[in-house]
C-alpha cells in the first residue's frame, strides 16, 4: 500500500511539472494588499508610429538634456526637491500599478523651443487606472489637456510602455492612439517607490523636452 501511495504521488508530482495538471491557485487572505500582474501584452512596437518609437528610444537623452538645461537656468534646487521623480534611474521592480483612482502632478523640464521656463510643476488633478482584458489604462480626469491611452508590456522588465491621445478642452474627447498623430502620446511607465508611479513622456509635442507625471493612489478608492 505504501508502495502504490508513494507511486501514485510521484506520477502527481511528474504530471504537475508538465503542466497537465495546474497548480491551486493561491488566493490572498482578507484585508491584504493586492497589486495586478503586468499584463503580457508585448508588442508595442508593432503599434507604435516611427516618431513614437524613436521618441521612446531617446527618453535618455530626454532626461540628460532636460536635467541640464534646468539645473544651468537655475533651478537646481527644484529639481533636488521632487526628489526620486527626476531621478532618471529611479525605475525599480515590477512596474505594473494598481487600478483605481490617482492623484497625478505634472512637472516639465527643458524646451525645444527657445521661449518658456526649463522648469514647470501644476497644480495636482485626477486620473484613473483600470485593467481592460490584458492591457492597463490611464486617463487623466480633469484639465485642458487630457492624455489617455494603454500601458504595454516591454522587454525591459522596469518599465511599461504608454501609447495614448490627447483629449482636448471640453468637447474632444481622446481617440485612439494613430488616429490623430498630431495627439499622440507616448512614453514609459515605472514605479519609483513603494506605492509611487511615474508617467515620463520624452520629447512631447507641447514644446518642453520632458513631460514627468507623478501618480499616487487616493486614500479613499471609490466603491467597486
Do not use: H
Not at 507511486?7 to 488566493?27: T, Y
Not at 538634456?65 to 526637491?81: C, D, H, M, P, T
Request: glycine share 8%.
Amino acid at each position: 500500500m505504501q508502495i502504490r501511495t508513494r507511486a501514485a504521488w510521484l506520477v502527481g508530482l511528474s504530471l504537475l511539472a508538465s503542466g497537465c495538471i495546474a497548480p491551486r491557485k493561491q488566493v490572498a487572505p482578507a484585508g491584504s494588499s493586492v497589486t495586478a500582474v503586468a499584463p503580457k501584452s508585448d508588442g508595442w512596437t508593432a503599434v507604435a508610429n516611427l516618431a513614437d518609437r524613436i521618441r521612446i528610444n531617446r527618453t535618455a537623452l530626454a532626461w540628460q538634456s532636460g536635467l541640464i538645461e534646468a539645473n544651468a537656468r537655475g533651478f537646481r534646487g527644484a529639481v533636488r526637491s521632487e526628489g526620486k521623480l527626476l531621478v532618471s534611474d529611479a525605475a525599480l521592480a515590477r512596474p505594473a500599478p494598481t487600478p483605481g483612482s490617482y492623484s497625478c502632478r505634472v512637472v516639465t523640464l527643458g524646451r525645444s523651443a527657445k521661449r518658456g521656463p526649463a522648469f514647470e510643476k501644476f497644480k495636482p488633478f485626477f486620473c484613473y487606472i483600470d485593467l481592460e482584458g490584458d492591457l492597463f489604462t490611464i486617463v487623466k480626469q480633469t484639465g485642458s489637456q487630457r492624455p489617455a491611452g494603454r500601458l504595454w508590456q516591454d522587454e525591459v522588465p522596469t518599465r511599461l510602455i504608454f501609447l495614448g491621445s490627447l483629449a482636448l478642452g471640453n468637447k474632444e474627447e481622446a481617440r485612439a492612439y494613430g488616429d490623430d498623430p498630431r495627439r499622440d502620446v507616448a512614453g514609459v511607465f515605472e514605479r519609483i517607490a513603494p506605492f509611487v508611479w511615474r508617467l515620463v513622456i520624452p520629447f512631447p509635442q507641447d514644446g518642453t523636452k520632458l513631460q514627468v507625471f507623478e501618480l499616487t493612489p487616493v486614500a479613499d478608492q471609490p466603491a467597486p
